[in-house]
């Protein structure tokens, strides 16, 4: 008889949590259908969904559909909302790695510096002016991934003088401290940016303002690509979660499994920030609450995570951009007054624990 509660026990716990799954991905979906309509101009969910089904499929009657409305949902408004969706989605499916890996609910992208460093390459770009033909669109990606990747690899080189299995405290500690140094850094760049400079301060604030079609499709394969490598590698992040020396006793290759997993997290995050800004908060909040509803099986947790991150990320991008209209709020400062009283509560509770994940 016990072992028949237990399995019907685990049974129900297993019905629940795929019941949660198909609940966030409806949220999602009607987040997303509800972030497109939304405007100066309201578009119902109803219209909305005849309008993609016609553009996207060839699908049903538009003729009693304004083109005007047409041509806002979709030219202007679902660009948007997908670049916002994508850019959330990767900001905080990097912040799930990074608080696996090191063991700690308060380690983000942002935290550990690479949104400094991503945003560091990116306001060099835009402030000297330079262009690569060859890169065209993908020049300020490849800007912020690899600034990034060099702010990462000063964090981890480092660390490493201090600690050669890399100990999440000190991880986080030299990020906290590389980051002081290459926003200073961004600072001294923002006071020679002459004619550039009110645009480098509206985008170090964050915005999806002017989001073209091109943003979205350069956004999608690297999510795709970042999701599809993180999720390879889920079990070695699981066992990682139980400390470095149990994952080598259960042979997993510690410094490769984290410096891998790092760079994918680095990636998702610079090509996110150089199209958008600063934002923060979003991969700290998604996916600590993805492991509170369901488990911390980095199976779930990092799709998840994404879907969490992007729907709130397209959800404080129309808030930005309605709550004030015709003015428009930097999307940074949306995601920032609902995650600093978070992220203060997360690490008052972090520090009642002992600072454990």
């Known amino acids: 008889m016990p072992v028949n509660k ?7 716990a297993g019905k629940r949590q795929s019941a949660a799954v198909i609940i966030l991905a409806a949220l999602c979906l009607f987040i997303f259908i509800l972030c497109i309509g939304t405007g100066s101009v309201f578009i119902s969910p109803g219209d909305a969904l005849r309008i993609l ?4 499929f060839g699908a049903g009657d538009v003729s009693d559909i304004s083109a005007s409305a047409i041509s806002i949902l979709w030219d202007i408004r679902m660009p948007r909302v997908a670049a916002a969706f994508l850019s959330g989605g990767a900001l905080s499916l990097s912040g799930a790695v990074m608080q696996t890996i090191l063991q700690n609910p308060l380690a983000s992208s942002y935290t550990l510096g690479v949104s400094s460093g991503a945003s560091l390459g990116a306001a060099l770009v835009i402030v000297s002016g330079i262009s690569v033909p060859v890169l065209g669109h993908l020049l300020l990606p490849a800007a912020g991934f690899a600034f990034g990747l060099l702010t990462i690899a000063a964090v981890i080189a480092i660390s490493s003088r201090i600690s050669n299995s890399l100990q999440s405290h000190t991880v986080i500690l030299m990020g906290m401290a590389v980051s002081l140094f290459v926003n200073a850094m961004q600072t001294l760049v923002s006071s020679f940016a002459g004619e550039h400079a009110q645009q480098l301060v509206l985008w170090q604030m964050g915005s999806f303002s002017g989001m073209r079609w091109y943003h979205a499709a350069i956004l999608l394969p690297v999510c795709a690509l970042g999701l599809l490598v993180l999720c390879t590698h889920a079990r070695e992040l699981d066992i990682l979660s139980f400390g470095d020396e149990n994952a080598l006793s259960l042979g997993v290759s510690v410094r490769r499994t984290k410096l891998l997993t790092l760079a994918a997290a680095t ?11 600063t934002i923060g908060f979003v991969d700290l909040i998604a996916p600590h609450a993805v492991r509170r509803i369901f488990g911390s099986s980095s199976r779930r947790v ?3 995570s994404f879907l969490a991150g992007g729907a709130f990320m397209a959800l404080c991008d129309m808030i930005s951009r309605t709550i004030l209209s015709p003015r428009e709020l930097p999307v940074g400062a949306v995601t920032a007054l609902v995650g600093t009283p978070f992220f203060i509560g997360l690490y008052v509770k972090s520090g009642k624990k002992g600072g454990g994940y």
């Not at 089904?53 to 996207?56: D, E, I, N, R």
């Open 6 to 12: 237990s399995s019907s026990s685990c049974g129900q």
């Open 53 to 56: 089904a016609w553009k996207l």
């Open 302 to 304: 990092l799709p998840l």
């Open 267 to 277: 990636l998702l995050t610079g090509a996110a920030v150089c199209f958008t800004g």
